[in-house]
């Protein structure tokens, strides 16, 4: 599968990042059409979390990567933020979060979701960016090394 992207834009500021989250968030909810699930040449995944404070279901859109085994990979690069987005400090709530729910183009699953780290983590992080070289360009403007984390299908609803 072809991923590769080239792309140039102006990287929207953390809190345009938000705004486009919930209104693809909802557009993801209500719709079932191929625009909705694949903006800028990106398949999406929503992504429903435990807040890691408050407890309560929180949901975010985020672009997919696919790694070689056919593991959706999602990024926490949050455009080169300085801190993790929360949609990532939830799923360091192991408990909370040990499996979340996810919807796809293809469909609902459970995800047992994988913090990569290790080799596993400059593997697929040298992968990634042969495809999408925009996410070195983020890491160079942070201190923090961005997270990827893989969402396996563990369980077909």
């Not at 834009?9 to 953390?14: D, G, M, R, S």
């Not at 995800?111 to 925009?134: F, H, K, M, V």
């Amino acid at each position: 599968m072809d991923q590769k992207l080239e792309q140039t834009w102006e990287t929207p500021t953390h809190e345009e990042i938000r705004q486009l989250s919930k209104t693809h968030v909802k557009a993801m909810e209500t719709l079932d059409l191929d625009e909705v699930w694949i903006q800028a040449g990106m398949q999406h995944v929503l992504l429903r979390t435990t807040g890691r404070r408050t407890g309560t279901e929180h949901k975010v859109a985020l672009p997919v990567w696919f790694d070689p085994r056919g593991h959706r990979i999602v990024v926490a690069s949050f455009a080169g933020a300085k801190t993790d987005p929360a949609w990532f400090l939830n799923l360091l709530d192991r408990e909370a979060n040990a499996e979340v729910s996810c919807k796809s183009q293809q469909g609902e699953f459970i995800s047992a979701p994988e913090i990569l780290d290790g080799d596993d983590y400059a593997t697929t992080w040298a992968l990634l960016n042969e495809d999408r070289a925009w996410y070195n360009d983020y890491q160079a403007i942070t201190d923090r090394r961005i997270p990827l984390v893989r969402l396996p299908e563990t369980c077909i609803p």
